[in-house]
DNA sequence: CCGAACACCGTATGGTGTTCGGTATGACGG
DNA sequence: CCGTCATACCGAACACCATACGGTGTTCGG
């Protein structure tokens, strides 16, 4: 599939592309053109190893309370420090995935999360060791 | 930054870049080369809508016990469908981030996890509403 | 059987990635 | 102060690539 091949390395050519899945290059590119036009593909990218920039601290954040309607998902979406961040059925409301520098800086996002209106308590999940990251398919 | 720049488009052209930081098209190269070769940049890769390829439900999944010394990090890995799988501390020893096409798929997974050696239960935790799902900086 | 819609191919061309020789800058040791 | 070395940059050259387009085969409803 184009898609797979693209997830892997999406500086290949269309004309290799092509080669591999039995088209032409012109082809290969019509169909991943129509592939962003149908927003299946939203963007290329480029995968930065957090680490190396000094994000070595990745936290989930369980969040209860809160009044999630209208603008608190503005509000969290104004920390940079936070990955993710979805509505949860479960123990919590709101589970957030942080990535900071330190402890330290930890800190200081939840002490910030702590102001958005309505929260009552959080409750952190520090990772000791990612086994892996990936994208699907 | 560079880095910056690419994570939001990764098919600007080296003399776009080279402009952006005022620099010439082949230095621009050089650097961005050098933060591949040191690991920084990892990969350039497309986002995929997941959603829009049938992986409708996000999950995460606590995993209580398990022997993760080894290779159950690889039997997890063997698992299409986990999409993220951490070292935690906390009220759990593993976070699993898993996405399905349906509840049907979830339970399937979970199955397998099961039988990696020496898991003891799993809390399952389904995500109703995503905020958003980005990447830092 | 007709005509439209669609997906593909081959080609042309302007732009791009990649490489390379030459030059400026700064660090270091004698 | 001077030579050297390493590093980072520029500008140009060249092969390759993205992109657009006209033409062709296939499918399918009417």
Redesign the pocket.
């Given at each position: 599939m184009l898609i797979g091949l693209l997830q892997e390395d999406a500086?290949?050519?269309?004309?290799?592309l092509?080669k591999a899945v039995?088209?032409?290059?012109?082809?290969?590119?019509?169909?991943v053109?129509?592939l962003r036009e149908r927003g299946v593909i939203r963007r290329t990218t480029i995968e930065v190893d957090q680490a190396a920039l000094g994000h070595t601290v990745t936290s989930y954040v369980m969040v209860d309370g809160g009044s999630w309607m209208g603008d608190s998902a503005a509000e969290l979406a104004a920390i940079p420090e936070i990955e993710e961040a979805h509505v949860i059925a479960g123990p919590a409301s709101v589970l957030l995935k942080i990535r900071t520098p330190g402890t330290r800086e930890l800190q200081d996002v939840l002490r910030r999360v702590f102001q958005v209106d309505g929260v009552t308590g959080t409750r952190t999940i520090v990772v000791l060791e990612t086994f892996f990251e990936r994208t699907l398919k």
């Open positions: 500086t290949r050519s269309y004309a290799m092509g039995g088209l032409s290059g012109g082809a290969a590119h019509e169909r053109r129509k």
